[in-house]
C-alpha cells in the first residue's frame, strides 16, 4: 500500500565540476528546500542521498539527489520510491529545461520526455510510466551551433547567475505549493 510521503528528486550530476552548471539547476532547488527546512542529506543504499523531513502543517516529504550521473537517475529514485512507499503520483523531479527560457517554469503532470536522459531512466525504471510530476526550470537553448549536451554542462551566464538565486527561490516555491497546494492551484500561481 502506497503512503502519504512525496519524493521530490533534484536532477544532477555529481561532483564539484558540475555543481554551478544549468543541468544541475534540479539539485540547486532542493537545496534551497532543505536549507529552509534546516535539513540535511544522508547517503542510502540505493545510490542516492535523502532525507525526510516535513514542512510545517505539511505531508512527509522525502528529498533526494542521485549520487550517479544524470542519465542514471531512474535506478536510485525507484529504490527510494520502493522503500518510502511513494506512488508515482506523488513523485516530483526537478530538473533543467532547454525548451524554456531562463528563469521561467512549468509545472506539469506526465508528458514525454523530450529528449532528457534524467526524465527517459526514470520512466524506464517505473516501467514506462509517465505519471509522475514534472518541475521544468527553464535554462534557455544554447547559442547558434552550440550542441545542447555541452550548454547544459556549462555554468549559468554573469546575467543568468545574478537572477539565479531568485530563480532557484521561486522553484522551490512552487515545489512547496505542489504538495500543499495541489499541482493545479500551483500551475495557477506559477506560470
Known amino acids: 500500500m502506497a503512503s502519504e ?5 533534484g536532477l544532477g550530476n555529481p561532483g564539484a565540476r558540475y ?21 540535511s542529506y544522508s547517503r542510502t543504499k540505493v545510490g542516492a542521498k535523502a532525507v525526510g523531513a516535513q514542512l ?16 542514471e537517475s531512474g535506478k536510485p529514485l525507484r529504490g527510494l520510491m520502493d522503500y518510502f512507499k511513494v506512488d508515482p503520483h506523488r513523485l516530483v523531479v526537478v530538473h533543467d529545461e532547454v525548451d524554456l527560457p531562463f528563469g521561467r517554469l ?12 534524467g526524465l527517459k531512466s526514470i520512466t524506464q525504471h ?6 509522475y510530476i514534472r518541475v521544468r526550470a527553464g535554462v534557455g ?17 554573469a546575467d543568468e547567475g545574478r537572477d539565479l538565486p531568485e530563480f532557484v527561490s521561486r522553484t522551490a516555491d512552487s ?3 505542489i504538495v500543499t497546494e495541489g499541482l493545479d492551484r500551483a500551475m495557477n500561481s506559477f506560470h
Open 175 to 177: 515545489v512547496e505549493a
Open 56 to 71: 510545517p502543517d505539511g505531508p512527509k516529504l522525502v528529498f533526494a539527489v542521485s549520487e550517479g550521473y544524470m542519465n
Open 126 to 131: 517505473l516501467g514506462g510510466n509517465r505519471d
Open 5 to 9: 510521503a512525496w519524493l521530490i528528486a
Open 106 to 117: 512549468k509545472l506539469k503532470r506526465g508528458g514525454s520526455e523530450g529528449g532528457h536522459n
Open 141 to 157: 537553448r544554447p547559442p547558434g551551433q552550440m550542441d545542447t549536451a555541452a550548454y547544459v554542462l556549462q555554468p549559468f551566464s
Open 19 to 39: 555543481q554551478r552548471t544549468r543541468h544541475n539547476v534540479g539539485q540547486m532547488v532542493l537545496d534551497e528546500l532543505l536549507d529552509r527546512l534546516g535539513a
